[in-house]
């Protein structure tokens, strides 16, 4: 089983930058998409972006494209999300999940096995 562990959160203006990042405990980390999540209090939890085992494919939410960017560094079983011109619509709990083979980075949320506990971001006007 997966262990997946966020870190990176906090607080920033509007039109700030913040990156987020994930520790994976398996050692195969590579056999799995992964992906970002997030939850705003009183909302579903929403796809932010995904990325294929490899990092050769990527999928992303429309309200992120061209703001955020998700990569992933599999020697060092480490997932990243790169958060700019951050607006407060972007405020809530960020997760990482993890996906098991076979996988799509486009696939949604209920195709995902694995989860963190997240890390809240907060984003003020």
């Known amino acids: 089983q997966v262990q997946l562990v966020e870190s990176g959160g906090g607080s920033v203006q509007s039109g700030g930058s913040l990156r987020l990042s994930c520790a994976a405990s398996e050692y195969t980390y590579m056999r799995y998409c992964m992906g970002w999540f997030r939850q705003a209090p009183g909302k579903e939890r929403e796809k932010v972006a995904g990325?294929?085992?490899?990092?050769?494919?990527?999928d992303y939410a429309e309200p992120v494209k061209g703001r955020f960017t998700i990569s992933r560094d599999n020697a060092k079983n480490a997932l990243y999300l790169q958060m700019n011109s951050l607006k407060p619509e972007d405020t809530a709990m960020y997760y990482c999940?993890?996906?098991?083979?076979?996988?799509?980075?486009?696939?949604?949320?209920?195709?995902?096995?694995?989860w963190g506990q997240g890390t809240q971001v907060t984003v003020s006007s």
């Open positions: 999940a993890a996906d098991r083979l076979p996988c799509s980075p486009a696939a949604d949320r209920l195709e995902y096995d694995y």
């Open positions: 990325i294929s085992p490899r990092g050769l494919s990527t």
